[in-house]
């Protein structure tokens, strides 16, 4: 494992960071390093804690491959006076804002990446919740599709192959549809392309060949029936948080990613074995100082390879064309003793059964051609 260094250490407010561009649902206010490979998003306290938990006990380590990974926290102590000899207040900057979890940036790989945010659970409230809050969550997941089928397709995008833009269809979107329309809203995140799209239709031209699709859908079913399995082993109450479902939308980049997956069906434990090694290499973690634009941020680190770069980084690590993981943990709690999550538990199976149905649909489709 690593630290983060000074010159790779990304800032809380004000250093060299942007808005996360392809944020489609959670709330606002997570940012990416300047060379998009990490995602800075406020310290939430249960989020923290999750994270910290996560990294510590092992009877929590089937969980870690469905997570994205933690790098550990950013700290701003405050701005570098003028003279560089003490420490200035950052004006307007809240206690809660000071600290930062750093989290790899799960779409930095793909070349055009196509995403879903998945809302999980029928209940959408924390049980520290105020009864206000807790009145109106209820309703919210019995006026949408939480409450019946344990999700809400909070956002997502789908690129146009003639523009290279994504198409985002957004929040409103999932809130208005009922649970018959599930199955719509996945055939629009999965479209198969029409090739050659018609002309001068005005349409967007979106997806991949469904010679190229059906695979793809196969391989992300194959995970969530992993994550469905570590879920049920897991005693947890997970409140907002979400699946996140991306893949290749470049057709010749996924082609080329089914074609390596393959050859390697075991990738993720071979690259599991790989960084083992390193982490072995590299020693313990350690604190670190960074300054940008004038601040001066400590960096602790606390989960996994907690470097933003790799002594071979001119080569880009080959990986699937696709990742499924759960994110969004500022209102989970681990409960031993309570068993698993069901209302988590009936979305992850609705989201089964639309993956059945697409495939489906899509193998129909190569029938007929």
Do not use: C
């Not at 249960?46 to 996560?54: I, M, P, R, S």
């Not at 031209?205 to 059906?214: H, Q, W």
């Not at 390596?260 to 599991?272: I, R, S």
């Not at 209102?331 to 979305?347: E, I, M, Q």
């Amino acid at each position: 494992m690593r630290s983060l260094t000074s010159s790779s250490a990304p800032s809380t407010p004000g250093g060299a960071h942007h808005p996360l561009a392809n944020q489609v649902g959670g709330h606002a206010g997570v940012q990416t390093t300047a060379d998009g490979s990490l995602l800075i998003k406020p310290a939430l306290a249960l989020e923290h804690a999750f994270y910290q938990t996560l990294a510590a006990d092992e009877t929590l380590a089937p969980l870690r491959r469905w997570v994205p990974r933690f790098l550990g926290t950013l700290r701003l102590e405050g701005q570098q006076s003028a003279s560089g000899d003490g420490l200035l207040a950052v004006p307007g900057l809240k206690e809660t804002e000071r600290e930062s979890l750093v989290l790899e940036n799960l779409s930095h790989r793909f070349a055009k990446p196509n995403i879903l945010d998945v809302k999980l659970g029928t209940v959408l409230y924390d049980e520290d919740a105020p009864p206000d809050k807790k009145a109106r969550m209820i309703n919210t997941a019995r006026n949408t599709t939480s409450l019946e089928t344990g999700i809400r397709l909070t956002g997502f995008q789908v690129y146009d192959n003639a523009t290279s833009q994504p198409v985002v269809t957004p929040k409103s979107y999932g809130k208005s549809i009922a649970p018959a329309d599930l199955p719509t809203g996945i055939a629009r995140f999965f479209p198969v392309s029409v090739s050659p799209p018609p002309p001068l239709s005005g349409t967007p031209d979106l997806g991949l060949p469904a010679r190229t699709l059906l695979p793809l859908l196969e391989h992300i079913r194959g995970d969530v029936v992993a994550i469905r399995g570590v879920l049920g082993d897991t005693e947890l109450r997970m409140v907002g948080g979400s699946m996140l479902i991306m893949y290749e939308a470049d057709v010749a980049s996924a082609e080329a990613g089914l074609a390596w997956l393959a050859q390697h069906p075991n990738w993720y434990d071979e690259q599991d074995d790989e960084e083992d090694e390193e982490d072995e290499d590299e020693g313990e973690l350690d604190e670190g100082v960074g300054e940008e634009a004038g601040e001066v941020i400590v960096v602790e680190s606390g989960g996994a390879d907690a470097d933003g770069s790799d002594e071979d980084s001119d080569e880009e690590e080959q990986q699937p064309p696709y990742t499924v993981r759960l994110i969004d943990f500022a209102h989970t709690r681990l409960k031993p003793g309570a068993g698993p999550d069901v209302g988590v538990l009936k979305g992850v199976d609705t989201v089964l059964a639309l993956l059945d149905g697409r495939i489906a649909d899509v193998k129909r489709e190569l029938e007929a051609t």
